[in-house]
């Protein structure tokens, strides 16, 4: 979802719009060509896409509905060219199965969490602002963080802020968990927060950003199964791209973009077995990469919108049809 800032006034900047349309607008200039916004988020970087390419139908696919009403009040304006959608982004085959579309020309995807849920204390995203410990995407149904911080054992919340914070300290957060809500039960952001201050020692609170930041990320994502959501995802919007299609991925932390990186190279290389005196062209890869490594934002558009310094952007064209 879109990381970008709603300054004052209410203007929503999409973080580096102008690479993405770019990158996707070559894939876009024909009639009937078809672009999945994965992830619409506040619909920035859907908006410039259709004032960029006038040939281009757009499918916008959220599982907030608040933003997704908040993205159809933006994009209405284009009419009968988009699409909303309620859902998640690996549900794309019904999606595009509910639309008669079985082929798509663009793809985006601006994971994490978006500048309407990281703004709106209630939602319990932030870990700078005292709300109830929420952190669902889709506030209509699934678990909360207070429920795995109440529920899970220690060893399940040590896995859990060991793989998705890459926490050092996970093991002792986890117990500080268990040992806490034996006496109450978690509710709230600042109970964690201080919870987490006291549980990691001295000398790394003082490095390395807020001492509760790779906790609430590592919550956040089993909260919203983030990680398996994409790794379904990825490898679905690469089977819908027509040939000559174009997908575009902003990633907002390591392991987002570890797998983005492992999947886009994998189907970007040859699977023929090594020794082959000629190329089988059905071995042969089907993406052609269009990013060396992933991008970034310049200085300009950090110090404007500093959550775009985070982002991590990588791009991919079909080049050929799946075996």
Do not use: W
Not at 23 to 48: K, Q
Not at 209 to 238: D, M, Y
């Amino acid at each position: 979802m879109d990381r970008s800032r709603q300054p004052q006034g209410g203007e929503h900047v999409p973080v580096l719009v102008d690479r993405v349309v770019e990158l996707l607008a070559p894939a876009l200039a024909m009639p009937g060509s078809v672009v999945v916004d994965a992830t619409l988020g506040l619909g920035g970087h859907a908006e410039a896409l259709l004032k960029r390419c006038p040939a281009v139908r757009l499918v916008g696919i959220d599982r907030d509905p608040h933003a997704l009403e908040r993205a159809r009040q933006r994009l209405a304006p284009f009419g009968g060219r988009v699409e909303t959608v309620h859902g998640r982004y690996d549900e794309l085959p019904s999606v595009l199965a509910g639309l008669a579309l079985d082929r798509v020309h663009g793809a985006l995807f601006d994971l994490g969490v978006s500048s309407l849920q990281l703004d709106d204390p209630a939602r319990g995203f932030a870990y700078s602002q005292d709300a109830p410990l929420d952190m669902r995407m889709d506030t209509s149904g699934g678990q909360t963080a207070a429920d795995v911080l109440n529920r899970y054992t220690a060893d399940e919340l040590a896995r859990v802020l060991r793989v998705y914070g890459e926490e050092r300290f996970a093991r002792a957060i986890a117990a500080a968990i268990v040992r806490k809500r034996e006496r109450a039960a978690f509710s709230t952001s600042a109970q964690l927060v201080e919870l987490v201050r006291q549980a990691i020692p001295a000398p790394a609170r003082r490095t390395g950003g807020h001492p509760a930041k790779r906790t609430f990320q590592a919550l956040r994502i089993e909260v919203n199964a983030e990680l398996a959501a994409l790794e379904r995802a990825l490898p679905i919007a690469l089977d819908a791209l027509a040939v000559g299609g174009r997908i575009v991925v902003l990633a907002y932390h390591s392991l987002e973009d570890r797998l983005v990186k492992r999947t886009l190279q994998a189907a970007a290389t040859s699977t023929a077995p090594p020794g082959l005196p000629v190329d089988v062209p059905e071995h042969g890869p089907q993406l052609r990469l269009l990013t060396r490594g992933a991008e970034t934002a310049g200085p300009a558009e950090v110090a404007a919108n500093p959550r775009a310094a985070a982002a991590r952007l990588r791009a991919a064209e079909r080049i050929r049809a799946a075996a």
